[in-house]
């Protein structure tokens, strides 16, 4: 099962803002609103940042945010931190047969 | 909430291998449960997941026929059974628990190796 298509690397000076694009098709990403976004430091498990698009789960700051439009889904990363330097994931589920979830490529982001 | 995987090693091609997930802090009888796994180097891949009352289980192709996944609700644990282990099986394996049923994987364990090598 192929990918979700998202850019390698992603890069802001600490303040700015920056939004991580996620590209799949009407199966998965633009026919649900099924789609969750995952930050990964090196060596670590992934944490969840959104989910179901734009919800974004207790404890995770404000200035993470989800969107999305036709076929891509975005996370937006507002104000950035050196701590927001990580490797980022979308996931979305995947109406197929049988039924599945698919990850993106992964966007590291690297604060200036 | 803790979830926490063993069982990985080293194993030769053809070989099999049991992986487990203890979970505790929550009521696992009510979320469906994923495992993912990530290679060296490489990103998340989404392998397997089962409903909470164990009625249904879904595959990522790559691993359909050779691993079966399972869940103890008693034991308030997740199994992931490899059979047929090849070398492209080679990953950190992360059980998951997905808190709004749609993906959303909320807690994650520490991951446990799994190397697929003669």
């Known amino acids: 099962q192929s990918a979700l298509t998202q850019p390698a690397s992603v890069s802001g000076s600490p303040g700015q803002s920056i939004t991580i694009s996620c590209t799949g098709t009407?199966?998965?990403?633009?026919?649900?609103?099924?789609v969750s976004w995952y930050q990964q430091h090196p060596g670590k498990a992934p944490k969840l940042m959104i989910y179901?698009?734009?919800n974004r789960p207790s404890g995770v700051s404000n200035r993470f945010s989800g969107s999305k439009s036709g076929n891509t889904a975005s996370l937006t990363i507002s104000g950035l931190q050196a701590e927001d330097e990580a490797e980022y994931y979308c996931?979305?589920?995947?109406?197929?047969?049988?039924?599945?979830?698919?990850f993106g490529t992964g966007t590291k982001v690297t604060v200036l | 909430v803790q979830l926490v995987e063993s069982g990985g090693g080293l194993v030769q091609p053809g070989g099999s291998l049991r992986l487990s997930c203890a979970a505790s802090?929550?009521?696992?009888?009510?979320?469906?449960m994923n495992w993912v796994r990530q290679a060296p180097g490489q990103g998340l891949e989404w392998v397997a997941n089962?409903?909470?009352?164990?009625?249904?289980?879904y595959y990522v192709d790559s691993v359909k026929g050779r691993f079966t996944i399972s869940r103890d609700n008693a034991k308030n644990s997740l199994y992931l059974q490899m059979d047929s282990l090849r070398a492209e099986d080679t990953a950190v394996y992360y059980c998951?628990?997905?808190?709004?049923?749609?993906?959303?994987?909320?807690?994650w364990g520490q991951g446990t190796l799994v190397t697929v090598s003669s």
């Open positions: 998951a628990r997905d808190s709004s049923s749609t993906g959303g994987l909320d807690s």
């Open positions: 802090g929550f009521t696992f009888s009510n979320f469906w």
């Open positions: 089962i409903k909470y009352d164990e009625s249904a289980t």
């Open positions: 009407s199966s998965d990403v633009g026919g649900y609103n099924y």
């Open positions: 179901d698009v734009t």
């Open positions: 996931n979305s589920y995947r109406d197929s047969s049988p039924p599945l979830y698919v």
